[in-house]
């Protein structure tokens, strides 16, 4: 029999499975991205040997790319604060401080005990910086009107991250290519840091204006099919990502902005809503193809060889790195101690991880560095995936009964605009 077919048949139980089942897995001690992982490994050679193509790193960098716009856009959706400095002090702490600790301990680690270039270590930290907004959507918020500064720390951390950390990125490739790092820094500060995040930023708030001021407009003349409403935000993150990389802009900055935007300047409640389960539904089966995907390419032989540097890196980031790193960062914040340790724990690393390998594998990654880097970062998604989808429920259902009520944001937020 066709293996296509058989493949087709797997999924389709897999989704009967995981919707007709979601009440009894929510009470499951492990969470979605855990089963998907584990249904692809069983797909795998290792398995039933249904999966068997091995996609090259064009197609993977595609396919990662276009599930962290989703995500991204949604996390954007739910921002439910004004601009301030008071309301995003966590995300300030989560994004000004934790992720460059993150980057360079994970450079550190990668210079002195892997033996990397300081240019190949910032790679491997900015690769791993971003933390994941696809398969935290468990720790996310959930909820317009919820204040909780856990879930908003986090959703916001990760909407902001797997833009932010582009800039590292690419110091990292300029250097692999290029050790003379005097040559490209003014260059790398002038394009790619400011540059690219001041048009990420314009384009984002432009492209959120103009298709608000649009629909809004002829709204007043004509109804618009509920139905097709939904694909307003799907063109949304097409048009913000195409615009910023034609200007040399981040794209991946101008999708969470223009959720961000949308959500505080043009949406009541109820199309907000509707427009984040939309992005939302999307995001799910974007989530099953990937991770599926991450554990049939899973192969026992690489993942042997680099196991030691593999959970030398992984164990340190998941266990040293991200909670003494969050610790740090929110000193004298006004949260609970234990929020403050749960912000270290959740630092789940996953599909933008995986984005940024397969682009740095397509822009001048290669070698021996190349494929050293490739099964670090797998081997830690793999690792993250496991640990934090076992604990995301336990761990969650704790907070939400003793700490959640006493660490929610007391000021009053304003309510989205009138339609």
């Known amino acids: 029999m066709d293996i296509y077919i058989l493949d087709l048949l797997v999924i389709g139980l897999l989704l009967l499975a995981v919707t007709l089942g979601s009440g009894w897995i929510g009470r499951l001690p492990f969470s979605y991205a855990l089963i998907y992982l584990i249904v692809g490994i069983i797909l795998s050679p290792y398995g039933l040997n249904l999966v068997r193509a091995r996609p090259d790193t064009a197609f993977l960098e595609r396919l990662t790319e276009f599930v ?19 309301a995003w002090n966590s995300t300030i702490r989560l994004i000004g401080f934790l992720m ?44 317009p009107q919820d204040r909780d500064e856990l879930r908003f720390g986090l959703t916001s951390e990760g909407g902001l991250n797997d833009s932010l950390a582009f800039p590292f990125v690419y110091f990292g490739l300029h250097w692999l290519e290029n050790n003379n790092w005097e040559s490209w820094f003014s260059r790398w500060v002038a394009v790619d840091l400011l540059w690219a995040i001041a048009a990420g930023l314009l384009v984002g708030i432009g492209v959120a204006k103009g298709v608000c001021w649009l629909e809004h407009h002829l709204a007043r003349k004509q109804d618009v099919d509920e139905l097709m409403e939904d694909f307003v935000g799907l063109s949304t993150i097409l048009l913000s990502y195409s615009l910023a990389e034609i200007v040399h802009g981040y794209g991946f900055l101008a999708v969470f902005v223009a959720g961000v935007v949308m959500f505080s300047q043009c949406l009541t409640i109820e199309r907000s809503a509707s427009r984040l ?3 939302e539904r999307l995001e799910k089966l974007a989530e099953i193809g990937t991770i599926l995907l991450l554990g049939s390419l899973l ?10 540097p593999g959970l030398l890196i992984a164990v340190s980031l998941i266990f040293l790195v991200r909670p003494l790193g969050a610790w740090v960062s929110t000193i004298g914040a006004p949260v609970h101690p234990a929020t403050r340790w749960l912000f270290g724990w959740f630092g789940i690393r996953g599909v933008g991880s995986l984005y940024y390998l397969t682009y740095s594998l397509g822009h001048g990654l290669q070698g021996e560095i190349g494929e050293l880097i490739a099964w670090v970062t797998i081997i830690t998604v793999t690792l993250s995936v496991t640990l934090h989808g076992i604990s995301s429920t336990p761990l969650m259902g704790w907070y939400k009964h003793h700490i959640g009520g006493h660490n929610a944001l007391e000021k009053e937020l304003p309510s989205p605009a009138p339609d």
């Open 68 to 86: 962290v716009l989703i995500s991204l856009f949604s996390c954007g959706l739910k921002m439910n604060r004004p601009l301030k400095a008071w």
């Open 100 to 143: 460059p600790i993150s980057i360079f301990a994970i450079a550190a680690l990668g210079h002195f005990f892997l033996k990397l270039e300081w240019g190949a270590g910032i790679l491997l930290g900015a690769i791993l910086a971003p933390t994941d907004p696809v398969l935290a959507s468990e720790v996310q918020l959930d909820d």
């Open 277 to 279: 389960m939309f992005m």
């Open 299 to 308: 192969r026992l032989e690489p993942m042997l060889k680099f196991a030691v």
